[in-house]
């Protein structure tokens, strides 16, 4: 006898032409995200501007022409009550990206007030159980302002995408060891997606051993690995012309599927609620275990010492201080 497959799960996917989506899309679209049995519906959102609409209709084309099994619908809109409608899962990728010589905080002004409106659209018309997470960039920051909209989709349920920098952070630490990046573990980011970002590197093993220990060089930890993770985002607009894409995506995919998958810890921007002393209302990258899917809690108590705690006190001042700057965007 065979299993009946389980009903679609509806993805909202804002930017669904731009860069990251080009990615992104097909690899939801082929069970990497929700898994090999879980169909998906897709929702793409983009602009209400002819030349994006009609750069949306040629993604949709493409995926059709995969023949994806587990695509069971693609919908295109620009009106977000209709793209997120129903939604159990919303991935606000759509903003503008930064140029060189920018940093994301300058983003803010322009992308920030994407997020009021989304946030809105989003408690009015997702599903119950909708879930987000937050891409666009300042990822943190526009967190904060879309869940200050709501009130159903509670503030536990938007997160903001720092794994692209936890995945940064491991494979530089195992080009280091010369180990491969399988046999590092324990990688958590605290604070910002930023330049101010603490990668935690006297948290993380590899195969098993203080990552410290086995690298046998603080001062390459503290003035090469932290800003080399921390500037990656500037390193490759330079290289590239343009913002990461690929990359991102990836990041998106383990950032949602570890959220489904309980038990894996993870970074995550999350609401701190004062945990390792950032400001209680700012969305912080944390050490992160999934409890249920969609659901998890801060890993508390992990030791933090004098230069952690320096950096930290760095990357909360500047999440507050966007905060700051954010507030008349604030709802509630
Ligand atoms: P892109 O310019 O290629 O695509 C963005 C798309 O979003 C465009 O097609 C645009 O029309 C669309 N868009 C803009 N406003 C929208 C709205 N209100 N609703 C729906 N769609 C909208 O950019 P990209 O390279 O895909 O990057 C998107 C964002 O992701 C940028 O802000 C970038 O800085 C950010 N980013 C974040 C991370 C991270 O780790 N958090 C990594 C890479 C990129
Ligand atoms: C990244 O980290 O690659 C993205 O946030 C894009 C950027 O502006 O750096």
Redesign the pocket.
């Known amino acids: 006898m065979t299993a009946t497959p389980p009903a679609p799960i509806r993805v909202a996917v ?8 080009y990615s992104l899309l097909f690899r939801i679209a082929a069970g990497e995200m929700f898994g090999k049995d879980q169909p998906v519906i897709l929702q793409l ?3 209400p ?1 002819e030349k ?1 609409m009609q ?1 949306l209709g040629g993604v949709a084309m493409e995926l059709d022409d995969c023949a994806f099994p587990l695509l069971h619908g693609i919908e295109m809109s ?1 009106d ?1 009550a209709v793209g997120f409608k129903d939604a159990n899962w919303a991935l606000l ?6 140029g060189p010589g920018m940093e ?1 905080a300058d ?1 803010l002004k322009d ?1 920030g007030k ?1 997020f009021v ?2 946030g809105k659209a989003i408690d009015e018309n997702a599903a119950d159980n909708c879930r987000v997470a937050v ?3 300042p ?1 943190n920051t526009n967190c904060m302002i879309g869940a200050s909209q709501c009130k159903r989709i509670t503030a536990d349920r938007w997160t ?6 936890q995945n940064r952070a491991t494979t530089q630490l195992a080009q280091k060891a010369g180990v491969a990046t399988t046999d590092v573990s324990d990688v958590y980011i605290f604070g910002n ?1 930023s330049p101010t970002m603490f990668p935690a590197f006297h948290l993380a093993a590899i195969n098993g051993r203080p990552a410290p220990e086995v690298i046998g060089d603080d001062a390459w930890l503290q003035n090469e690995f932290c800003p080399t993770v921390g500037k990656r ?1 500037a390193a490759i607009i330079a290289a590239r012309g ?4 690929a990359s ?1 995506g990836n ?1 998106l995919i383990d950032h949602v599927r570890d959220l489904s998958t309980p038990g894996a810890v993870h970074s995550v921007a999350v609401k701190s609620n004062g945990a390792y002393g950032f400001h209680p209302d700012v969305w912080a990258g944390l050490p992160v275990k999934t409890t249920a899917p969609g659901q998890y809690e801060v890993v508390q108590g992990l030791p933090i010492d004098d230069f952690g705690a320096g950096m930290i006190k760095t990357t909360n001042d500047e999440l507050t201080s966007e905060r700051d700057t954010v507030a008349p965007m604030l709802g509630g």
């Open positions: 804002t930017g669904a032409a731009g860069q990251i989506c959102l983009e602009i501007v994006a750069a620009s977000p990728v759509g903003s503008k990206p930064r994301r983003l992308n994407i409106g989304q891409v666009g960039n990822a903001a995408m720092v794994r692209l920098d997606h985002g343009l913002s990461s894409a991102a990041a």
